[in-house]
């Protein structure tokens, strides 16, 4: 398990950002799309055929296994194929995280990709981006891993506009307690709790901006 250096300056990044973002944003569409369309059959067999062509195009030049984390000379960090906030995953919502004084927060929107219950978030994507969250407040100084996290659900996450945040309670060594929330116009709607562990093999490393993907 390793980060990767990525050897480019940081207008070259931005300029990747560009060329990845709009497609990784169609591609999302699509996936809401097929979900969500009512269209005849026929025209279902062509779609298929169409994006089967464009995934064929996309799979003649493809690089080995995952993209990796991977992070720039001056410390950006380039997670693009992360399952939260990766430029490059259309899987990822995306969350955009931003630093507050107290932790992260970030404003997003889930649509139908992310239903459970009717009408609502699936609670295992709540997990998951609750995890990057915390995770990601605890890794101010270097990249923590999840130990344990404990969600509580205290009323259903309705699919839509909503907002989340966390922050660090309590760091002893190694190991720190964060705590965060999503919430919806009306409130918190559920909460979390967890350790992170700074692995020992990354006491070493420079912190890196994890932040933008
Ligand atoms: C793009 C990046 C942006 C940044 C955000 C990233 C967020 C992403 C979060 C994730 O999803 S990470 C992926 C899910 N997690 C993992 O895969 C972790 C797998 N487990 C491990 O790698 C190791 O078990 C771990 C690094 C968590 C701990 O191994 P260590 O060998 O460093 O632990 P050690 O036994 O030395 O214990 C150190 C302290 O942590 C405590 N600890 C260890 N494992 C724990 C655990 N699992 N839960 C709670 N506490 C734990 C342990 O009790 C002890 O506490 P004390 O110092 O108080 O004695």
């Known amino acids: 398990m390793q980060f990767i250096l990525e050897d480019i300056a940081e207008a070259e990044v931005e300029r990747r950002r560009g060329v990845y973002t709009p497609l990784t944003d169609t591609v999302r569409d699509l996936v809401d799309a097929v979900i969500r369309t009512e269209v005849g059959e026929d025209a279902l067999a062509v779609a298929q055929r169409r994006i089967a062509e464009i995934v064929a195009d996309l799979r003649s030049e493809q690089m080995d296994g995952p993209y990796g984390v991977r992070h720039t000379r001056e410390n950006t960090g380039m997670a693009w194929g992360n399952a939260v906030i990766g430029v490059r995953n259309a899987l990822a919502p995306p969350l955009n995280v931003e630093h507050v004084d107290d932790g992260v927060r970030c404003e997003f929107t ?7 219950p009717p009408g609502c978030v699936h609670g295992g994507v709540c997990a998951m981006l609750l995890d990057h969250l915390l995770g990601n407040a605890a890794s101010y100084e270097s990249a923590c891993y999840t130990g344990t996290i404990t969600i509580r659900y205290l009323r259903p996450t ?3 506009a909503l907002t989340a945040r966390a922050w660090v309670t309590e760091q002893t060594g190694r190991k720190r307690i964060a705590r965060g929330t999503i919430s ?3 409130g918190v709607t559920c909460e979390a709790e967890g350790v992170f562990i700074v692995p020992r093999s990354a006491l070493d490393a420079p912190p890196v901006r994890w932040s933008a993907g």
């Open 158 to 160: 309705r699919l839509g």
């Open 184 to 186: 919806d116009a009306e």
């Open 110 to 116: 889930l649509g139908a990709a992310y239903e459970g």
